[in-house]
């Protein structure tokens, strides 16, 4: 039994060895994915007192109560930031700077946490105003997936701003695992912004969303797959869209010169992959829906 | 450093002042979601005796605890819907009587167990006669995140139909972060239901789903989204599905006065506006595939 | 209220023996669902080392770790295995043979480890190469979703192929719920593998994909939905696809003689339902986008 293990913990071993590049062992230390989740979740503690706290807040106790959980999440995000920083050092830092610029960056990405949550109640604010099914505010923070995935998107902009690598994205993933929503931390988005139902959402890493768009689940905002792979990294290769903007379920919307104009609505499951002007109403053309009876036929016809 | 954690939580507590709504301090005590999600794992629990334990039960300790469990959820869950009525006082309750109501509830939902365990029995054995990949029922219950969506969707409706504000969302978007399936609480749904894969599948607050009706993936029966808004609330926005209806991946049907036809089939991606009668097939008219030949081209065409 | 608690419990205990099937006391034990989530963690663990575990590893003591590691997961990995197959005895093992069987496939699939984590190697390159928002391999194995439900079904595969019953399905959907995807344990998957964004795509359990393969959100590869139900079991329905071919966003690829041929592409929405040979590009006929201005209508326009 003993010699069993041995034997399958050597085989494990040199794999390790021979298949590098999917283990990490020795190297540098990596950002610990269990770390930034904790330090996600206090963050939206501290956006939405009350709310994700299990045991209500008194305002005498808020302040206390802030002030601690502050500190606590600017030393473990600094040390994240400093270990991303480290594996994947940035042009712009120099090497023996890492750490000072990693506090920098947490202390500065907790300060912007007060217009964070400006922006974020414009985002419930959408949320409430566009769904008849939400029967208060209060819901919407409570049990709407939307608010998690946006808050965190929001976040991890912040990070993503400042160059960090890694962080930013293992906050959106984990919020994509939850929430099935993929918003990744470079898209720039414009308030009072709704995604209803929301799962398979997808708004890739260059798009540039305007104020008061409204998207339902399943509406990709992606790139073109041409053959240029990680030659792409970097250049603008989702679209743009303007405010005031709707895209039904489903529908996608690709490459980084498409603009979709102000105001304009695009229907379900449309497939766009040029810019249209403002006050557009984009639908497929001529696609009818045909019923016929199944009474016509001998066995039930399978589609 | 001590002095930046006070700038910062300063600067956090104004916000808090300034952007009331999204935060909830020396209010009303909200329901806890923590709460929430663990009453609801154990009405799974005492919905599946045996399969959610991870000890083996005994029939000879199953009345005690059986009865040990009901009497620590039916105060739990007193509690969570006591906190709601509070929030958000329903018209029908007198204010002195929320206790009591809550209570009354409480115990009501829970005398339902048996007869939600009736329907869920349906819905499994739909599920096991409809997927060749099903081994047996126990694979069904143990493994398809159709069951707990579909359990938590049914025990919502308990609360939603009693007009509990707040609990049964909070329910049905746990049950939904982690199956992809966004089922309202108030949503009538049929006995022998089954949603395949189920991943995306969306079924709006009014809906009326009738028996054996079975779904795929990324399914949805929603509302127009005219301006309305929360000018809607209660009206039915969505669509009413008669009995032995099958609707295939991505399929769409819209609309509080859409009404589809018993024995009906809607084939994949349709988007369904109007109501068919009975024993319809409907399917994208005139929607053929191009298959042409690569090798036509001097490069790869972007599509 | 000891009463009611007394008479809820004992409503549910009668339902518990009339609606038999969907509980499972005194019987065979099944197969833990909790255990074995924690295998398939720990499984992850031994495949990436470094990655998810907490604390950094050092080279000296990772012979240590594994050895510890591997020894606990092949105790626990085959008590499942027992569990599942008294639950569901294969016809090609005896009776008396369960635990010698289950103790022989637990090692015999630990002892497949290394030749997977050398597939999981090509599907990582293949995800960094395929996304330009990936900054570097680490972000994959660290962030990406896509990697967990490919290991995950990687891993159950081993085991559904030495006819494990339950087990392998309840590790795939537990990735499913973390993910969004849901790859069925049969699917024979080739190397090279890649899913962008992932939410909401389905690979059926007999599906057959070639080496290179490409695929985005929403993809399915499904069996045609005839009358068969359970009759169909074991049967082939579900795809083949060969080596580098690209399917984009919500295609849909239906039947067990349905082969798409090397090198092709399959456009979005997509719904394909016969082969079609090698270098094939596959769109929808004739779809176009109608853009009309929301300014020549008085009023909005509902979609």
Known sequence: MADTVTSLANGLLQSYVKDGGINHVDGVNLPSKSAIVS??????????PGYFYDQQVQRAELMIETAHLLASVRGRLEDEIYKSLEH???????????????AQIATDMLGHLPTTREILRTDAEAAYNGDPAALSREEIILAYPFIEAISVQRLSHLLYR?????VPRIMTEWAHSR????????????????????????????????????MYQGVALIGRSLSGGQALR?????PTIHERVTLYANATVMGGDTVVGARSTIG???????SIPADSLVVIDDVKV???SKLDYKSETPI
């Open 268 to 274: 379900a499951n449309v497939f766009l992959t040029h």
């Open 290 to 292: 045909k019923v016929s």
């Open 162 to 166: 400042r160059r960090v690598p890694l």
């Open 234 to 238: 970097g250049k603008k290769r989702h």
């Open 179 to 214: 929430t099935g929503m993929d918003l990744h931390p470079g898209a720039k988005i414009g308030p009072y912004f709704f995604i209803d139902h929301g799962t398979g959402a997808v708004i890739g890493e260059t798009s540039d969303i305007g104020e008061r768009v409204k």
């Open 39 to 48: 330090i996600t979740k206090d963050l939206l503690k501290l956006l939405f």
């Open 88 to 102: 994947f050092p940035p042009e712009n830092v120099a090497p023996g700077a890492f750490r000072q610029e990693a």
